[in-house]
């Protein structure tokens, strides 16, 4: 078994973490730099974006070919967690969602056309995009099933109507992936559409107040009135929308992993550097043998973390759906993050709690992780499935050829 990873790999790493060390860690610290949603401001952004582009820390997830540096979901891993060592990190590589995770299924499921028209401006880091498929209920949230958004055949156009809400980015997207319902059919009843910001037939009802920092342009809610679309807006195939939204979701759950990893691991470097310098009844924190188990304990997690997310990267760069060890990285490094910042602010005390450093921020972030793209609950019930199905079988290694 081998858990080495390709040099140009590291190579990537390395100058990912010096970026993020260098160029984003003291625009983070500079609270000029935040927007008013605890995200880092628009303009500050495009400087750093204007940077990583220049020495090509760029759309690493994508194919060359694309525009990206094609590192596959194994050198993702890898990098992202470095990326994520600043709050501000992803975003400044093109590498946060919901971008991240569109971009990669249009590069899979668009035409040449779709891609040139919808893709490639993502790409180039021109426009933002959001993926519309959550709904208030009696919709669909957990079981797109559910879903009551219909897309109504009149001629050769599609007739669009429903609400969605949650819609990561809506406030500033200009590109939307939208499932809506196109049949009854169980399983082919759903179908992705691509719509722009300046279609017309929808608008944005709210923005919507969280308990956590903000993607740039929120988590709205949608009203979709009759919005008109031509055929060639559909993206993979009528009744294929729940194909694409498998396509879609399956990496993004993973590549959030990877970022909650690097979240992971600030959380943890913050908690040992205040106890390696604060004493209290007459010795330093961090000779205390409790606080030792506590560091040593997420340390242990975080490499679990980290192994679950690349058995799953690695199974994906194999062809996998990898559907099971997905679910499993996704419950285990979202229930991780949570604890991380939790022992984190724990360790600092009074500090921990302020604004003074980001594990705050961290704190409020981390609660959602347990609820998007599937709250622990329904990954536990994929994975229950997994194991009614293959028996001893949910455990087997896969043998290598000869
Ligand atoms: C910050 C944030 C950003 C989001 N961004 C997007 C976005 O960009 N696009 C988008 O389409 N959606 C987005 N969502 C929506 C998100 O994907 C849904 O919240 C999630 O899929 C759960 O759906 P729901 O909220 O309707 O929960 P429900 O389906 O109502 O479930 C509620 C709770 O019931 C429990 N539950 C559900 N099913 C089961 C089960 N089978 N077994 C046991 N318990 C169960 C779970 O505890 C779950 O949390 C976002 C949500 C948040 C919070």
Not at 376 to 400: S, Y
């Amino acid at each position: 078994m081998d858990f080495t990873i390709p040099p140009r790999v590291e190579e990537f790493r390395a100058r990912i973490a010096r970026f993020v060390a260098d160029e984003i860690l003291p625009v983070e610290a500079d609270r000029a730099a935040w927007d008013a949603h605890g995200n880092i401001a628009l303009d500050w952004l495009e400087a750093l974006r204007e940077k990583a582009r220049a020495e090509g820390l760029w759309c690493l997830q994508l194919k060359p070919e694309t525009g990206g540096q094609g590192l596959g979901k194994v050198g993702m891993a890898v990098c992202y967690e470095a990326m994520n060592r600043s709050i501000f990190g992803p975003v400044v590589f093109n590498s946060a969602a919901p971008d991240d995770g569109n971009m990669m299924v249009l590069e899979q499921a668009a035409t040449e056309a779709q891609k040139a028209r919808w893709l490639a401006p993502i790409v180039a880091g021109a426009v933002r995009s959001s993926f519309a498929m959550t709904e208030p209920h009696p919709g669909g949230g957990s079981d797109p099933g559910m879903m009551l958004t219909t897309a109504t055949r009149t001629g050769d156009r599609y007739v669009i109507r429903g609400r969605k809400w949650f819609i990561t980015g809506a406030e500033e997207a200009s590109h939307f992936i939208l499932i809506a319902r196109t049949s009854d059919d169980r399983r082919r009843g759903l179908t992705a559409f691509l719509h722009d910001r300046s279609d017309p037939g929808w608008r944005i009802d709210r923005r919507i107040p969280i308990m956590g920092p903000e993607e740039h342009g929120g988590h709205c809610e949608l009203v979709y009135e009759d919005m008109e679309l031509p055929a060639d807006r559909i993206l993979l195939g009528e009744g294929l929308g729940l194909k694409l939204t498998q396509m879609r979701l399956g990496p993004a759950r993973l590549t959030h992993c990877m970022r909650w990893l690097g979240l992971a691991k600030r959380c943890t470097e913050i908690a040992r550097e205040y106890a390696q310098n604060r004493h209290g009844f007459g010795m330093r924190l961090s000779d205390r043998e409790s606080i030792q188990i506590k560091l040593g304990d997420l340390a242990m997690g975080i490499e679990t973390g980290r192994l679950l997310v690349m058995k799953a990267a690695w199974a994906l760069d194999r062809g996998s759906f990898a559907r099971k060890e997905i679910s499993m990285a996704k419950i285990h490094v979202a229930n991780l993050l949570h604890k991380a910042a939790d022992v984190a602010i724990q360790i600092n005390g009074a500090r921990g709690y302020s604004t003074d450093t980001v594990l705050e921020w961290i704190y409020r972030y981390a609660r959602q992780a347990r609820l998007v793209d599937g709250a622990d609950e329904v990954h536990q019930m994929v994975l229950n499935r997994h194991l009614a199905a293959e028996g001893d079988g949910f455990w087997q290694w896969e043998v290598a050829e000869r």
